[in-house]
């Protein structure tokens, strides 16, 4: 973003020189330092620190505005002219860096409260939460406009799209006091938008995909048929990977209130294929079909999944 972070320092993200990049922390550190709006700022900031080029787009043939000159910007798109008037820098920005809209769709239905390690572990909703805040403050610095919505078995909220300082704060705004409740019904929540949208976009779906599978892969192509770009973050706890080290557990649906008791031992093995398997099943039910699909586990750092997203970002340029 182009405006100072006015948050002052947390001393537990280190001081310069040697401050530690939030991006690289584990989330149940950087769950202990702040809110939302802070964190999302501190691992921006190091993740831009940690590039080794330019994150901003290319440039088009048509000119649409100026804009003030920011680090890292190609020097070759300096207006001389308006430095001569004015002997302030500014760059040419043309109308395909003006054309992304973005729309951030957060699953916050039930599934998404849980994880399993309670106190040591950050939920699926705490991490998709700071990772749709720190998606929307790179492309809100970016000079990008972006949308937001969260949905259950239906929308809750809804945001249009919009840049600027203003729609970053009201972006945490409507993020912030979310708690998951009710079923998950994806599928439904993506036609909404896709009937709303009236220009291509970037659509970004963060959800533990614990939703009807065949009816959202179609949504999802849908968009992507209809000239949409398409990313989907899926969210997953680690021991949603593996059974825990114990004899009998008993397994409890907080969406549907089923409940299973089963032997882990006996079920170890056939549980982990049967993960992987969903796992290889959304990558070939999406990826084919121009669909960015990527797995991130809650214990791991925002940079990787920033950086996916980052490779989506860059193609549209």
């Given at each position: 973003?182009?405006?100072?972070?006015?948050?002052?320092?947390?001393?537990?993200?280190?001081?310069?020189?040697?401050?530690?990049?939030?991006?690289?922390?584990?989330?149940?550190?950087?769950?202990?330092?702040?809110?939302?709006?802070?964190?999302?700022?501190?691992?921006?900031?190091?993740?831009?620190?940690?590039?080794?080029?330019?994150?901003?787009?290319?440039?088009?043939?048509?000119?649409?505005?100026?804009?003030?000159?920011?680090?890292?910007?190609?020097?070759?798109?300096?207006?001389?002219?308006?430095?001569?008037?004015?002997?302030?820098?500014?760059?040419?920005?043309?109308?395909?860096?003006?054309?992304?809209?973005?729309?951030?769709?957060?699953?916050?239905?039930?599934?998404?409260?849980?994880?399993?390690?309670?106190?040591?572990?950050?939920?699926?909703?705490?991490?998709?939460?700071?990772?749709?805040?720190?998606?929307?403050?790179?492309?809100?610095?970016?000079?990008?406009?972006?949308?937001?919505?969260?949905?259950?078995?239906?929308?809750?909220?809804?945001?249009?799209?919009?840049g600027g300082r203003k729609q970053w704060h009201e972006v945490i705004r409507r993020v912030s006091p979310l708690e998951?409740?009710?079923?998950?019904?994806?599928?439904?929540?993506?036609?909404?938008?896709?009937?709303?949208?009236?220009?291509?976009?970037?659509?970004?779906?963060?959800?533990?995909?614990?939703?009807?599978?065949?009816?959202?892969?179609?949504?999802?192509?849908?968009?992507?048929?209809?000239?949409?770009?398409?990313?989907?973050?899926?969210?997953?706890?680690?021991?949603?990977?593996?059974?825990?080290?114990?004899?009998?557990?008993?397994?409890?649906?907080?969406?549907?209130?089923?409940?299973?008791?089963?032997?882990v031992p006996d079920m170890r093995r056939e549980y982990r294929e049967a993960v992987d398997s969903a796992i290889a099943?959304?990558?070939?039910a999406t990826r084919p079909y121009g669909i960015d699909y990527c797995m991130i586990e809650t214990s791991q750092p925002?940079?990787?999944?920033?950086?996916?997203?980052?490779?989506?970002?860059?193609?549209?340029?």
């Amino acid at each position: 973003m182009n405006e100072p972070n006015t948050s002052a320092p947390d001393p537990r993200l280190g001081t310069a020189p040697g401050r530690r990049r939030a991006d690289l922390m584990d989330p149940v550190a950087l769950s202990e330092v702040g809110g939302l709006e802070f964190i999302a700022r501190e691992v921006v900031e190091g993740f831009y620190m940690g590039l080794h080029r330019s994150p901003h787009r290319g440039f088009s043939a048509e000119f649409a505005e100026h804009r003030a000159y920011q680090a890292g910007d190609d020097l070759r798109y300096i207006d001389w002219r308006m430095y001569g008037r004015s002997d302030r820098f500014y760059v040419k920005q043309f109308e395909e860096e003006t054309n992304l809209r973005a729309y951030l769709l957060l699953d916050n239905s039930l599934s998404m409260a849980w994880t399993s390690q309670p106190g040591t572990l950050a939920t699926k909703s705490w991490y998709a939460k700071h990772l749709l805040a720190c998606i929307a403050l790179l492309l809100l610095g970016q000079g990008d406009l972006v949308g937001f919505a969260s949905f259950h078995h239906e929308i809750q909220a809804r945001l249009g799209p919009s840049g600027g300082r203003k729609q970053w704060h009201e972006v945490i705004r409507r993020v912030s006091p979310l708690e998951p409740t009710g079923l998950t019904s994806a599928h439904s929540a993506l036609r909404d938008i896709a009937g709303r949208l009236r220009r291509r976009g970037l659509i970004v779906l963060l959800s533990d995909l614990l939703i009807d599978p065949e009816e959202t892969r179609l949504a999802l192509r849908y968009l992507k048929h209809y000239g949409h770009e398409v990313l989907v973050f899926h969210i997953l706890d680690p021991g949603e990977r593996e059974l825990p080290p114990a004899g009998d557990v008993r397994f409890f649906d907080p969406e549907s209130r089923d409940e299973i008791q089963i032997s882990v031992p006996d079920m170890r093995r056939e549980y982990r294929e049967a993960v992987d398997s969903a796992i290889a099943e959304w990558e070939r039910a999406t990826r084919p079909y121009g669909i960015d699909y990527c797995m991130i586990e809650t214990s791991q750092p925002f940079s990787l999944a920033l950086r996916t997203y980052l490779r989506k970002r860059q193609r549209l340029g």
